[in-house]
């Protein structure tokens, strides 16, 4: 898919990979929808919305909440006939805790997060005919991480964050077999090991290096539905 003249949403838009993928796209004419759990303090966003000439909305959505997705989905069909690109980007940690220290709520945490929530943000926008169907294709892009990728796993810990997006990785499967039919792309992609927050800004790229290479992969003409790449195109090992 040419991300060009397309409308985008991005959840988690208000920082990190989210808010250059949100500039990024911008860049590229793109009507983009943007999501923040707090958009009166999403002040990196209102200036860009100040620039957008009406492209860009952001829009209030936490992904643990079932209630808030149903409502924020309605407020996204209200903004746009169609979502031609979702992408799935908001996510959490819980410190990176070892074993010894994981609870049973960090565990909950993470999987609500970023595997229950990413499925009901889809599952909803689906509900409102935003994805597929008549209207046009469109493409699913759930970010997980290569700690969600069993065969990869070699220094262990980490629990919460790599059963999530393992989590995560199962769902993207299931849903690029049911949405196939309807013109749906479900991908999963590795943003590699990227300076944000989330690293404690450690890291080997930053964050627009990241979103270039995520959107290249996207526009790329390789098969995307059901399968899983890094930020640089490299395959993601299971
Ligand atoms: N950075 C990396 O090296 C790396 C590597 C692999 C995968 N990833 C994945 O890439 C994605 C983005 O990571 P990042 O590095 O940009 O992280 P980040 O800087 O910590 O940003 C996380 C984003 O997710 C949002 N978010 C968290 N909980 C949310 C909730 N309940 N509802 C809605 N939004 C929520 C945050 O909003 P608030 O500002 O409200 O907290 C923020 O916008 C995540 O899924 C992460 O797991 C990152």
Redesign the pocket.
Known sequence: MQLANKTCVV?????????ELVRQLLAKNNTVIA????PEAASDLQKLQASAGGRLSVTK????SPQSIESWAAEVKALAPHVDLLVN?????DGWKELGEVTAQDMLDCFT??CI?PLLVTQQLHKQGLLGGRAGSSLVAN?????GSIDDNGSGSDYA?RAS?AGLNIVNKSLSIDLAPEGVTSVLL??????????GWN?NID?QACVKGLLAVLESDRELNGKWYAFDGKVIPW
């Not at 208000?14 to 808010?19: A, D, T």
């Not at 959505?61 to 643990?64: F, W």
């Not at 970010?143 to 700690?147: A, N, V």
Request: proline share 2%; no cysteine; glycine share 18%.
């Open positions: 959840t988690g838009g208000n920082r990190g990979i989210g808010l999501t923040a759990r707090k959505l936490d992904v643990t980007n908001a996510g959490v940690t997060a970023n929530g970010m997980t991480s290569k700690m964050y997006k590795h943003p590699g090991y990227v300076r944000t927050d989330m690293t890291g964050t």
